[in-house]
């Protein structure tokens, strides 16, 4: 298996709703990320876990909370979002570390926030 | 802020003819560089990476040029098709430049 799933692949959520983002590899990989993109700019990064421990938080709200349960699973869970946050939000891993192999991404889930 | 950055928003590129996408990056210790491929609706797809200890490393139709003197990479794409249009973004391990759409004309 060489991929990265994200799911839901779409989400409509209100502001004062909880949801959560999940996305899972099963390469091996010890490195998660995810990433936030808006239409037309590159994917910002926003947490990277590294063997299964927070190890780069880029300053994001806390109403974006990371959670990685295991080794091939990544939880992004959302709470009391604004309009502003609505994007695609991508996962990621990689082999081990920031400088390592096999950066492979998801498909991304679309969020709107209304 | 960002530690790569893009020269070009936009190219436009003959069918057949060799396409070639530039980087500039700031961060000298920049050890690890992709070149990403993404197509609307899709996530980031990887194309071909190199490391610092290398100036080239080529694929199937695409090469990496790293030029470490003047912080520069580039991205070409040989005999460039249809289904080679899409934004092109250089990466500096995580941390994503600005990208190049790439437009191929008939």
């Known amino acids: 298996d060489t991929e990265v799933t994200q799911t839901p692949k779409h989400l409509v959520m209100g502001m004062t709703n909880k949801k959560s983002l999940k996305c899972e590899q099963h390469?091996?990989?010890?490195?998660m990320y995810w990433y936030k993109q808006k239409a037309k700019k590159p994917p910002e990064l926003m947490f990277v876990y590294s063997y299964e421990k927070l190890s780069i938080n880029e300053s994001v709200p806390s109403r974006f909370s990371p959670e990685c349960p295991n080794s091939s699973l990544l939880n992004l869970h959302l709470h009391a979002l604004q309009p502003e946050d609505s994007a695609l939000y991508l996962c990621?891993?990689?082999?081990?570390?920031?400088?390592?192999?096999?950066?492979?991404f998801g498909s991304g889930t679309r969020l709107t926030v209304v | 802020g960002e530690s790569v950055g893009l020269h070009l928003p936009t190219l436009s590129v003959q069918e057949g003819d060799n396409s070639i996408i530039n980087c500039a990056y700031s961060n000298s210790a920049s050890d690890y560089f992709i070149w990403y491929k993404q197509e609307s609706g899709k996530g980031p797809q990887f194309i071909i990476d190199?490391?610092?200890?290398?100036d080239k490393r080529q694929g199937q139709r695409v090469t990496v040029l790293l030029n470490k003197t003047v912080k520069h990479l580039s991205l070409q794409i040989a005999a460039t098709q249809p289904g080679d249009s899409a934004v092109y973004f250089c990466?500096?391990?995580?941390?994503f430049g600005k990208g190049t759409r790439l437009h191929i004309l008939p």
């Open positions: 190199i490391r610092s200890n290398m």
């Open positions: 990621a891993s990689s082999q081990g570390t920031l400088q390592d192999y096999g950066y492979t």
């Open positions: 990466a500096e391990a995580a941390l």
């Open positions: 390469m091996g990989h010890r490195a």
